[in-house]
Nanobody, 122 residues
């Protein structure tokens, strides 16, 4: 199983980025998938998860209304559209997947991507 996150980069505050997480060895349609992030010196933080059906999502309050998770089953890829980016969004973003019930607890996720850096300049 491999999750490959990509799409990070440098963006000005107020700008947008779209992250991608492509999976091999598992099908996102049978896994809960989530995005987490970790800023330097801080603990890993939950961002959003999507249920196996794709119909259920849950966002952290800090990103609600600005970030959107979506999934392309044909490409077996999950996306995180990030709009109105703020300096406090700057972090390494990780995608993760689990067969367990949806959760904001990263410890319950079995598979992780390598992370992609998002840098937001003010």
């Amino acid at each position: 199983v491999q999750l490959q996150a990509s799409g990070g980069g440098l963006v000005q505050a107020g700008g947008s980025l779209r992250l991608s997480c492509a999976a091999s060895g598992l099908s996102f349609s049978t896994y809960t998938v989530a995005w987490f992030r970790q800023a330097p010196g801080k603990e890993r933080e939950f961002v959003v998860f999507m249920t196996r059906s794709g119909s259920g999502t849950y966002y952290a309050d800090s990103v609600k209304g600005r970030f959107t998770i979506s999934r392309d089953n044909a490409k077996n890829t999950v996306y995180l559209q990030m709009n109105s980016l703020k300096p406090e969004d700057m972090a390494v973003y990780y995608c993760a997947a689990t067969k367990r019930a949806p959760s904001a607890n990263g410890r319950l996720y079995d598979y992780w991507g390598q992370g992609t850096q998002v840098t937001v300049s003010s």
